[in-house]
């Protein structure tokens, strides 16, 4: 697979993680949306040395959804499709508190191999959950408070995406140092998981959404075959501030770990 090749990988793996905890400690987990917008804001204040250590997630999701707003515009749907599907990964990624972490996968509390455990492993047949994640993800897109926090910039949806998932660190970690890989703390992770992937669905269901309104889309029941696009180097320069929102209304009712460092 080309994003994960060894030529691209130095470049592509900070791209699957954020560390939010390496900025904020958990009483400051409120604040996560300050963190500075424009990468070359947050270079200046931090190093591009720790941003990259400590992942870039949330510009890699604007410069996807920019080279997709960009290709829809100029007519060629396939490849806007190809750039908006891969921007999907990325803010899966955000929903799983492991990648919004520097204790990524227990090294740091003694736990080694939680990340596996808890998005892989714990899982087993991802068929089976389906019905519930989606239930789940429908009662988040009736939520009032949720739907609130995708009134403001993508990067706002992102990082508030990433303050939800950092919030449930701990409890990933103290239930596998409590009751371990046993059946009843494999039960309490396999909730806690499904939850994630709830909020990860609700959040794209969203971002997806607010592309539509941005780029003008109608309904079209034609289908699109498209492929993975060739991989595309991190290049956040062209991101600015943006504007807070498109509408003045608030929205109504097997593979390798990506955190490998």
Not at 93 to 110: A, I, R, W
Not at 202 to 209: D, G, K, Y
Request: one cysteine or more; hydrophobic letters at 40%; charged letters at 20%.
């Amino acid at each position: 697979r080309v994003w994960k090749a060894a030529a691209t990988k130095p470049q592509e793996a900070p791209m699957h993680w954020f560390q939010a905890d390496a900025y904020y400690k958990p009483n400051e987990y409120n604040q996560i949306n300050l963190f500075p917008h424009v990468y070359s804001d947050a270079v200046t204040k931090y190093t591009e040395t720790t941003i990259i250590k400590n992942g870039t997630a949330p510009w890699r999701i604007r410069q996807m959804y920019d080279l997709a707003l960009q290709a829809f515009k100029a007519h060629d749907m396939k490849m806007g499709l190809e750039y908006i599907g891969t921007m999907t990964h990325y803010i899966g990624d955000l929903s799983q508190p492991l990648h919004v972490s520097e204790n990524y996968d227990g090294v740091m509390t003694g736990d080694k191999g939680i990340h596996a455990f808890f998005e892989t492993t714990n899982i087993g047949d991802e068929l089976a959950i389906r019905a519930d994640v989606l239930k789940r993800t429908q009662i988040l897109l009736k939520d009032s408070n949720f739907l609130a926090q995708f009134n403001g910039s993508l990067m706002d949806m992102i990082l508030l995406e990433i303050s939800r998932s950092v919030a449930l660190r701990d409890a990933v970690i103290n239930n596998d140092l409590q009751l371990g890989r046993t059946s009843k703390g494999a039960a309490i992770q396999l909730e806690l998981a499904k939850d994630r992937m709830a909020d990860g669905a609700a959040t794209l269901s969203m971002v997806l959404n607010r592309f539509r309104k941005e780029v003008g889309l109608v309904e079209n029941a034609s289908p699109i075959a498209i492929q993975d696009p060739s991989w595309v180097a991190p290049d956040y320069s062209h991101l600015l501030v943006q504007k807070n929102s498109l509408h003045s209304s608030a929205y109504s009712a097997d593979d390798e770990d990506d955190c490998s460092q």
